[in-house]
């Protein structure tokens, strides 16, 4: 099997989902980290010309999307197939919980953050005062969830809970989830012990400085 090659950059909330994939299912690969404003970014879009990362090449094969990446692991990593059940009853709720964290709580947050990094006259309040309003609804969901569960789905620990780590770790950030989600926080506490997200936050710290936190009013 030829070297996996990660095309990341560890501030990256999606790149982070893809490296606990990685790292909890111990999968040897070397990353390539994007400067999107510079060389190394004008580079990756020679390679996928939507800019958009984690990508992942496999040989020749480019596989790009995160939860498509972590999919694509455990077809082909004995280590990574606990991430996706082979039951396919089991398999479709990973799937679901995936798809529930990355479109009702990741975009939502990177809009939020997004935001903050536009020109001042380009900002968008009502869309920020919308998407925190769908951040709040989807946290309310996962609080009655993890009342019962130790990760997103059951006992196992699977690509859906590599889909819930980042946002719930960046939203975390700006506002403690404790002050009113206690169950998603302790859940968060979780997800930073698990040694794969550990690894992949202390590789972020060092970039830590230029996360865009919201100004206090």
Not at 8 to 36: N, T
Not at 199 to 212: C, G
Request: a neutral charge; one cysteine or more.
């Amino acid at each position: 099997m030829s070297v996996l090659k990660l095309y990341l950059h560890p501030l990256s909330s999606y790149c982070m989902k893809a490296l606990i994939a990685l790292y909890d299912a111990d999968v040897p690969f070397e990353p390539v980290h994007v400067d999107l404003g510079g060389e190394t970014g004008a580079a990756f879009r020679k390679i996928w010309p939507i800019g958009k990362f984690p990508v992942l090449a496999d040989g020749g094969r480019l596989i790009p999307e995160s939860s498509i990446l972590i999919d694509y692991l455990a077809q082909h990593y004995p280590s990574a197939r606990s991430l996706l059940p082979a039951d396919p009853d089991k398999a479709l709720a990973v799937r679901a919980a995936d798809r529930f964290y990355d479109l009702h709580l990741h975009s939502h947050m990177q809009f939020v953050v997004g935001d903050r990094i536009r020109p001042a006259d380009k900002r968008d309040a009502y869309g920020v005062e919308m998407a925190w309003g769908k951040i709040r609804t989807a946290l309310g969901m996962i609080e009655k969830d993890m009342a019962g569960r130790t990760w997103a789905v059951g006992e196992d620990f699977t690509m859906a809970d590599c889909a819930a780590a980042p946002p719930l770790f960046y939203i975390n950030e700006d506002r403690p989830l404790a002050q009113s989600w206690p169950n998603a926080a302790a859940y968060l506490q979780r997800l930073k012990q698990r040694p794969s997200f550990a690894r992949a936050l202390k590789e972020a710290e060092p970039y830590m400085q230029y996360f865009p936190r919201e100004k206090a009013s």
